[in-house]
């Protein structure tokens, strides 16, 4: 089946590091993004990484690809309080029924401590 | 701006009711993509057009359609309104079908059922 997971919540504290981890279950997933949420907005496109690719790093971003494990991480440099919003990992790929639909994490609410 | 354009922002009704959400994609895209957002069910995938047809079918209740008309915007149609169907509608659009380098999400449309 097709299944994202992440874990809920992450504080850190202003100038720290944060990662965010995810996990996802279908093996044929070409494309892995992680998009961002601040309150009352849409989904913003953060970066995504092609399924053959281990790391893709894009200035304080850093995203890592285990494909073996299926594990997907987001790692973001010197956090400031303006990080702070949902992030919610997805995969897309060729679906049972022939779509590339992307499917979402339940996204991890992060919280940078001043 | 994302440059997809949904209107209304905020939807108040009663239940038994019907909606109409509507979406404008980014100018060149020519999927549309429906996710509906609630706290206890996540991005949940409704429906995806491309060019004007139906591509692929997600967790759409029979009660919901949607549509693409030729200038590529998009309706999506919620009748029989339940007070479960409060959410965050979003709307979504890509170049392609396959949504390789990610969606462009709106600000979505929140719609509270009384």
């Known amino acids: 089946g097709e299944d994202v997971e992440q874990s809920l919540f992450l504080s850190v504290r202003e100038g720290d590091s944060s990662v965010i981890n995810c996990t996802y279950t279908?093996?044929?997933?070409?494309?892995l993004y992680w998009y961002k949420q601040e309150p009352g907005a849409g989904l913003q496109l953060l970066t995504y990484?092609?399924?053959?690719?281990d790391m893709k790093q894009d200035q304080r971003l850093t995203v890592l690809l285990n494909k073996k494990d299926k594990h997907l991480s987001l790692r973001i440099a010197d956090t400031q309080t303006g990080d702070s919003a949902i992030y919610f990992c997805?995969?897309?790929?060729?679906?049972?029924?022939?779509?590339?639909?992307?499917?979402f994490g339940s996204g991890t609410r992060l919280l940078v401590r001043p | 701006d994302s440059g997809v354009t949904q209107t209304p922002k905020h939807l108040i009704t009663a239940t038994g009711q019907r909606v109409t959400l509507r979406c404008s994609p980014r100018?060149?895209?020519?999927?549309v993509y429906w996710y509906q957002q609630s706290l206890d069910q996540g991005l949940q995938f409704l429906i995806q057009?491309?060019?004007?047809?139906?591509?692929a079918k997600g967790n759409i209740l029979e009660r919901f359609s949607a549509q693409q008309f030729p200038d590529l915007h998009s309706e999506l149609n919620l009748s029989s309104l339940e007070l479960g169907d409060s959410a965050l509608y979003f709307c979504?659009?890509?170049?392609?079908?396959?949504?390789?380098?990610?969606?462009?999400f709106g600000s979505g449309t929140r719609l509270t059922v009384v």
């Open positions: 990484i092609f399924s053959n690719m």
């Open positions: 057009y491309y060019n004007g047809e139906e591509r």
């Open positions: 997805a995969e897309s790929g060729v679906r049972m029924d022939s779509s590339y639909k992307l499917i």
């Open positions: 100018s060149g895209d020519l999927s």
């Open positions: 979504a659009s890509s170049a392609g079908d396959r949504g390789g380098y990610g969606y462009t």
């Open positions: 279908d093996s044929s997933s070409t494309y």
